[in-house]
């Protein structure tokens, strides 16, 4: 009994210098700081370095008014670190994709993320699936035209509109719902109900292909986050300047896509006064 409590005691006290290691080095807002001891909360102190990494690694500057920076810097991490998600959601082309020119890494160069087109959809990934004769799609969408495999999979706008909510105005709820089941809520390519009579503008996709689930989105794999991941995804989401994309072209039947309302003349980003690219930037 006595020798469990000492263990105890030994354990808190070793998790208390640990956190206090930690707290020396955050460098991000103080208030990271002042919390970092919090407990419960859904916190989890062993987050901290996280947290850090999630402040220096983020690529455009952040709005933190009424934000939780602690969920923030985590989803910071997640977001560019773990999940990659710009990798996808990125505006930007061909040759640097989502990399600034003289900052792709591919070219041997020192990474840089282009931040005019971070999160603001519009990478076009062709069709869910590919055309394999004899496999899909099913024999009656083998056209005189060819193939019917629908429309091509284009990434979403992530960045967050006027009212301030991530990915557009999205609610905590609904975004969750995307992420652990891949939930198309804006409904924009429907599963067919039978071949379509013109192929060009058709927006369905054939089965077996579940057309109201997103494709292509890894929503599979995030489905195993922690709520308070996800929370904290949401929350970094939310805090990223709003882009309204007007130059990409959208998911076909969908033309409106990628547009984001920012508001008018509003910046959204951390900094109004520097030049960065927090605004409806392509009006
Ligand atoms: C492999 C590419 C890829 C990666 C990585 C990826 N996504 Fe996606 N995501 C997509 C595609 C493609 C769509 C649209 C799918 C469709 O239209 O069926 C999408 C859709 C979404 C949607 C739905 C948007 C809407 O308007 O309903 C959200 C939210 C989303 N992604 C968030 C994320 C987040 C957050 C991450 C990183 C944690 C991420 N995605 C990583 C490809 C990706």
Not at 90 to 112: D, M, S
Request: proline content about 12%; hydrophobic content about 30%; charged content about 20%.
């Amino acid at each position: 009994m006595k020798a469990q409590k000492l263990v105890k005691i030994a354990s808190a006290t070793v998790l208390t210098l640990g956190v206090i290691a930690l707290t020396g080095r955050l460098s991000a807002p103080p208030s990271v700081q002042a919390q970092d001891n919090h407990r419960g909360n859904h916190r989890d102190d062993g987050d901290a370095s996280l947290v850090r990494i999630g402040f220096e690694i983020a690529p455009v500057p952040l709005n933190l008014e009424g934000k939780d920076p602690w969920k923030v810097g985590l989803g910071s991490f997640l977001v560019n670190a773990v999940g990659d998600c710009n990798g996808c959601h990125t505006g930007g082309g061909p040759p640097n994709f989502n990399y600034a020119a003289g900052g792709n890494p591919y070219f041997g160069q020192p990474t840089k993320t282009d931040p005019n087109t971070y999160l603001e959809g519009g990478t076009d990934f062709g069709p869910a699936v590919p055309p394999v004769p004899g496999v899909y799609p099913p024999p009656d969408y083998w056209l005189a035209s060819g193939p019917y495999v629908g429309p091509d999979i284009i990434t979403r706008n992530l960045t967050p509109d006027k009212t301030g909510r991530a990915e557009g105005g999205r609610t905590l709820e609904q975004f969750k719902e995307i992420l652990r089941h891949g939930t198309d809520f804006d409904k924009i390519h429907l599963t067919c109900s039978e071949p379509p009579s013109d192929p060009t503008t058709a927006t369905c996709l054939p089965p077996p292909v579940d057309g109201n689930l997103l494709q292509v989105m890894p929503w599979p794999g995030f489905h195993s986050m922690t709520d308070h991941q996800i929370e904290a995804i949401y929350e970094y989401l939310s805090a990223i300047p709003c882009i309204d994309n007007t130059t990409s072209t959208p998911p076909r039947g969908a033309p409106n896509e990628l547009r984001n309302d920012c508001g008018v003349g509003q910046a959204v980003g951390a900094d109004s006064s520097s030049e960065a690219p927090h605004r409806a930037r392509r009006e």
